[in-house]
């Protein structure tokens, strides 16, 4: 599913915090926990598979933009996400989606356009079988 290049961390190297409210953009590499408040973007640098976890407690207002991204919470805002975008039950994102690969669970809301980014599958002709109404 992921290419050899763009790996999800499998760890957490920086959390924000329950209580935390932060006013700015962000921008970090491998993986970040967000229990927290954000105003501002939050942006992966680098040509790495960099991991956000948005938990069910968190609040962003601003882009998302990394290739591996887990929502539980809330984000207001456009999201990119250019590898893998899991949307838990208790996420709510207002605003457009871009992904490649997504997974979203029983309850978790959009409102905005989700659109498709990635390799396109194989397409299928349907044909309607001559005769008979």
Avoid: C, W
């Avoid at 290049?5 to 209580?19: E, F, H, V, Y």
């Amino acid at each position: 599913m992921f290419s050899k290049d763009s790996k999800p961390q499998n760890r957490i190297d920086t959390l924000i915090g329950a209580g935390t409210t932060i006013t700015g953009d962000i921008a970090f590499s491998g993986g970040l926990r967000i229990d927290g408040e954000i105003n501002g973007n939050v942006r992966a640098t680098g040509d790495q598979g960099s991991t956000l976890v948005i938990s069910e407690h968190a609040r962003i207002q601003g882009e998302v933009s990394v290739a591996h991204l887990v929502i539980n919470g809330a984000v207001t805002g456009p999201v990119v996400s250019s590898g893998f975008l899991e949307l838990q039950a208790k996420a709510r994102v207002t605003g457009d989606i871009q992904y490649n690969s997504i997974e979203m669970h029983l309850g978790a809301v959009v409102e905005g356009r989700m659109v498709h980014t990635g390799q396109p599958g194989k397409s299928i002709e349907l044909k309607l079988a001559a005769g008979g109404n």
